[in-house]
């Protein structure tokens, strides 16, 4: 066996490079063991030599330069004679290899972008606005109308009523933001998450705010700039942090920019894109070869902004008062954005020159604040914006959500079919897990479901069980796990909108012992370091379990075994041996001690069971 740690004591970084230590359960001959490194784009081989032991595992150690010819430093290892028959073996950021791993396996550190040290030590919780909480009672809505695409009456429903489908975007139940800050005792309290995210808050002509009108104003019915200075200072009373959705891929065609309607400009005297092409935001957005608008994935009501504009782009995040800055200075002096489909986000009727775009609006984020957390929403694979200059972590689907669905459910949240084998799902995920920085791994924000897809109980066909496993992987797998509101009460909701239903808040009838779980998860998540940043080991597997271990060595070691087992009764032994600890003191999640005999953990699982082990 043949371990690389990605995190300290076994990698350190300084000014000039890395210094590495691989591990093996082997002792091996003095120059056998080698690191590739890439200077020049060339392969280099540096030998390792032997460092003493850690806990039971021989130690190896080497230094490396750092590739100033690119934005990676990328490594593996070798260990002459120590494979199968004799042969060679390499270790990549996916494991073991009979031949030199593909360079797109092979471990990455950035040599100065990091993600904020603060994201990996919390939990946060998704917040649909209008549907959390009321500070108050609504003003009263009837006989407004929205002007979207098309001209639509509001309707102001009664909490916890139906969702129509039909009238989606246009029902209002009157969540603002004072009832969040009424409802934090409950949040951090209680529950103890640390982190909020809320869907849009800007002024919009819809429910879920996905359509700017106004970048500057947080939506009065949301309670107005003032409640989001309050909301701030009420998260910093608690120590909690604040991210806000930005959504700046597109507006909604009542924005002054565009003016579909034409109600500004009729006002201001200066017409909008949409109605004239001498309008002085007529360059923000993109038009086709016919000088029609581009709608985002055709949705007429909205307009895709065009990132060649200069205009655009002060506007946006290079200024000093752009948008994407404003709001990173007090009174709001929010932590960090969630980029709305940045994927898209670029120059004409295309993403064209999108990730110079992502690395820009990063540079003007951490300009204000050098701890913003920026973090992109992809539903497919995110490698290529994590790579260290683009985004700290993504909203993790395709690493995470999408393998938990198709392995407990046998399908994913957006409805395919994709039964996963254990095999292939510890595939899945750490094959997401190697494809980028360790570091932002861990800053990777790990779901369940979201205000996009169907919810956590509803996807998994109301199995509490099978919830109850997926919250143990959300809570120890690496990465900041994220509740979306009302999940861990057992909300229930299928596609969208159904899944943006009113919590509720009748204790009655909360699902309490999926209440309690949580509350467990989350507390031991915000107490045990090595969930925040440890590495991750694979114990083992069967056809219907995995076991791994999270763990920190150093002055400090701590581990945590977790076990999820979605079959039958099953009998493992789990060997607690190729971990690079000294003998640690185990215990069960309960307090109860746990005998370890010999090198092996021995453990009895009942069917659709999880088990959290910790040590100390």
């Excluded at 107005?224 to 991210?243: F, Q």
Aim: include cysteine.
């Amino acid at each position: 066996m043949l371990l690389h740690p990605p995190i300290e004591p076994w990698v350190r970084a300084d000014g000039d490079g890395l210094t590495l230590v691989l591990l093996s359960q082997a002792a091996l001959p003095a120059g056998s063991v080698l690191v590739r490194s890439l200077p020049d784009n060339e392969e280099l081989l540096t030998p390792m030599q032997p460092d003493g032991r850690d806990g039971p595992l021989h130690r190896w150690r080497a230094r490396i330069a750092w590739d100033r010819g690119n934005a990676l430093t990328r490594y593996a290892f070798v260990a002459a004679g120590a494979g199968a028959q004799g042969g060679h073996a390499w270790l990549g950021a996916d494991g073991l290899h009979a031949q030199v791993p593909p360079e797109a396996l092979h471990f990455r550190v950035h040599p100065h972008e990091r993600p904020p040290a603060w994201v990996a030590e919390q939990v946060f919780y998704q917040v649909f606005p209008d549907r959390y909480a009321r500070g108050g009672t609504p003003a009263d809505r009837r006989g407004e109308t929205l002007y979207g695409a098309q001209r639509q009456a509001v309707v102001q429903a009664e909490w916890g009523a139906p969702i129509d489908p039909h009238q989606a975007a246009n029902t209002f139940y009157g969540g603002d933001l004072p009832g969040l800050v009424q409802r934090l005792p409950y949040l951090h309290d209680e529950l103890g998450v640390s982190a909020l995210y809320l869907n849009p808050v800007f002024c919009a002509a819809s429910n879920h705010r996905y359509d700017t009108t106004d970048y500057t104003q947080v939506d009065p019915h949301l309670g107005g700039n003032a409640a989001l200075a309050a909301l701030r200072r009420a998260t910093r009373e608690r120590g909690m942090r604040l991210v806000l959705d930005a959504v700046v891929n597109h507006t909604g065609v009542d924005h002054p920019w565009f003016d579909h309607w034409g109600r500004h400009g009729a006002r201001s005297g200066t017409p909008g894109a949409a109605q004239s092409p001498a309008s002085p935001w007529r360059g923000h957005y993109a038009f086709d070869a016919a000088g029609r608008p581009m709608g985002w994935k055709g949705h007429a009501g909205l307009p895709v902004l065009d990132f060649s504009s200069p205009a655009l782009r002060r506007d946006i995040y290079e200024a000093d008062d752009a948008v994407l800055r404003r709001w990173l200075r007090e009174p709001y002096a929010i932590d960090g954005w969630r980029l709305d489909v940045v994927h898209m986000l670029g120059e004409g009727p295309g993403a064209l020159h999108n990730a110079r775009h992502v690395r820009a609006i990063r540079r003007a984020l951490r300009a204000v604040n050098p701890e913003a957390y920026v973090l992109g929403e992809h539903f497919a694979e995110a490698t290529r914006w994590l790579q260290g200059e683009q985004e700290d972590g993504a909203m993790n689907y395709h690493g995470f959500a999408w393998p938990v669905l198709g392995w407990l459910a046998g399908r994913e949240i957006a409805g395919r079919r994709a039964r996963l084998s254990t095999p292939q799902f510890v595939q899945a995920l750490q094959g997401a897990l190697a494809a980028i920085p360790y570091a932002n791994q861990l800053a990777q924000l790990n779901l369940l479901g979201s205000h996009d897809t169907p919810r956590v109980l509803t996807a998994l066909g109301g199995d509490a069980a099978a919830v109850r496993l997926a919250m143990t992987l959300l809570f120890t797998w690496p990465g900041v796990p994220c509740l979306y509101y009302g999940d861990e009460i057992g909300l229930e909701g299928g596609p969208d909108p159904d899944c943006r239903r009113c919590f509720d808040w009748d204790p009655a009838r909360r699902r309490t012992a999926l209440w309690a779980g949580v509350q467990g998860l989350v507390r031991l998540r915000r107490t045990r370091a090595e969930w925040q940043r440890g590495a991750c080991l694979a114990l083992g597997q069967g056809d219907d379990w995995l076991a791994y271990a999270r763990y920190l060595g150093g002055d400090a070691p701590a581990a945590t075994v977790a076990v999820v087992n979605r079959g039958t009764a099953a009998e493992v032994a789990l060997p607690l041996h190729r971990l690079p600890l000294p003998a640690l003191r185990w215990r069960d999640a309960d307090g109860t001690p746990v005998r370890v005999d010999g090198d092996h953990l021995q453990l009895a699982l009942p069917p659709r069971t999880a088990r959290v082990l910790l040590g100390d």
